[in-house]
C-alpha cells in the first residue's frame, strides 16, 4: 500500500510478475506445496492529456521569445514538438538528411553520425523508426530553420549549445541539466501543465 501510493500500476505490476516467477519456481522444485496466486493491478490507471488551448499555447511561445539570447531556437523547438509530438530526445538528434519535404514527413531514427548520448549513437524510444508527417505550421518552422542555418543533411535541425538541448550552462547546481523550457511554462503560468 505504502508502494502504491507512489508508483505506477504497471511499476507494480513489474515486482509482482518477479515475485510471481520465484514463487512459481519454488512450486516446480517441489519447495510450495501448492502454486500461490498472485494478481495484477491494473493498467488503467493512466493519465488523460488534455492538450493545452490555443490561447494557453500562444502565451507559451510569447515566453519563449524571453529566452532567445540562451535557447535562440526554443519558440521553434516548442512549435515543432507541440505540432509533431516528438519527444525531447528525438526533437533534439533529428538531422536533416532525416527531413523530407517531397513527401512532407521526418523519420525518427537511429542518428549514427555524431549523434551520441553517453558515448552511444542516439536511438529512438524501442529502437523503432517511425514517420510523422510534417504539419502546414512545422513546414514553416523547418523552412525558417533550414534558411536561417547550416542546411547539411548530418546538422541538426534544432542546433544547441553545450552539446545538450538548451541545458544551462551557468554551473549552478539547482540547474544542472535543466532545459529553458520549464522557465518558459513557468513564466506563462503553465508550470505543470505542459510538458
Known amino acids: 500500500k505504502r508502494r502504491k501510493t507512489k508508483l505506477t500500476h504497471s511499476s507494480i505490476n513489474k515486482s509482482l510478475q518477479c515475485l510471481k516467477a520465484v514463487l512459481n519456481l519454488a512450486y516446480v522444485e517441489g519447495i510450495l506445496d501448492r502454486r500461490p496466486q498472485i494478481d495484477l493491478l491494473p493498467l488503467d490507471d493512466s493519465m488523460p492529456i488534455v492538450a493545452c488551448s490555443e490561447a494557453e499555447f500562444q502565451k507559451l511561445l510569447h515566453a519563449c521569445e524571453a529566452f532567445r539570447p540562451v535557447a535562440p531556437w526554443l519558440p521553434e523547438a516548442a512549435t515543432l514538438a507541440a505540432e509533431t509530438g516528438m519527444r525531447r530526445g528525438e526533437l533534439f538528434t533529428l538531422t536533416w538528411r532525416s527531413v523530407d519535404f517531397q513527401r512532407r514527413a521526418l523519420r525518427v531514427e537511429m542518428q549514427r553520425h555524431g549523434r551520441f548520448v553517453n558515448g ?39 542546433p544547441s549549445r553545450g552539446g545538450a538541448p538548451y541545458c544551462r550552462i551557468d554551473g549552478a547546481a539547482d540547474a544542472k541539466g535543466k532545459g529553458y523550457f520549464s522557465d518558459a511554462a513557468e513564466l506563462a503560468g503553465l508550470k505543470d501543465k505542459v510538458s
Not at 140 to 148: E, I, Y
Open 120 to 158: 552511444v549513437a542516439w536511438r529512438p524510444k524501442h529502437g523503432k523508426f517511425r514517420e510523422i508527417p510534417i504539419s502546414e505550421k512545422a513546414s514553416v518552422v523547418l523552412c525558417a530553420l533550414r534558411d536561417a542555418g547550416n542546411g547539411d543533411e548530418q546538422a541538426l535541425v534544432v
